[in-house]
């Protein structure tokens, strides 16, 4: 997978950077959270790009811990691939953000 990412796929990852293991409504509620509802992921969007991510060794399933009641949840966690794809597209949106500021578009730092 490569750079530029899905706003997405870009997300899912972010989640995971500071997580040890995360469920799927955990990264939901997470990118939700932290987006302030700009992102919003239904379950069959983040479960097939959870998917790819998986396919692709970006992220990998890990045990959940032991629930009481219910279906076992499914946990996921950022592979060491996973975080190198997220910080090359952090660098790649602060690169854009640098231009806009350069162009005026955005308020220059103080």
């Known amino acids: ?12 990852l972010l ?3 500071d997580a040890d293991q995360l469920h799927g ?7 939700d959270e932290r987006t ?5 992921l239904t379950a069959s969007t983040l479960y097939a790009a959870i998917a790819r991510l998986v396919d692709a060794e970006l ?5 959940a811990p032991a629930k ?6 499914r ?11 997220a910080q ?3 660098e790649r949106l602060a690169r854009s953000v640098a231009m806009a500021r350069e162009k005026r578009l955005l308020p220059r730092k103080a």
């Open 1 to 12: 997978m490569n750079t530029p990412l899905t706003p997405p796929i870009f997300h899912i």
């Open 25 to 31: 409504y955990a990264i939901i509620r997470d990118i």
């Open 68 to 73: 009481t009641g219910g279906a076992p949840r």
């Open 36 to 40: 302030e509802g700009e992102v919003r």
């Open 15 to 17: 989640s995971l950077v």
């Open 59 to 63: 992220i990998e399933e890990v045990d």
């Open 88 to 90: 090359r597209e952090a």
């Open 75 to 85: 946990c996921y966690r950022i592979t060491p691939a996973g975080r190198q794809l």
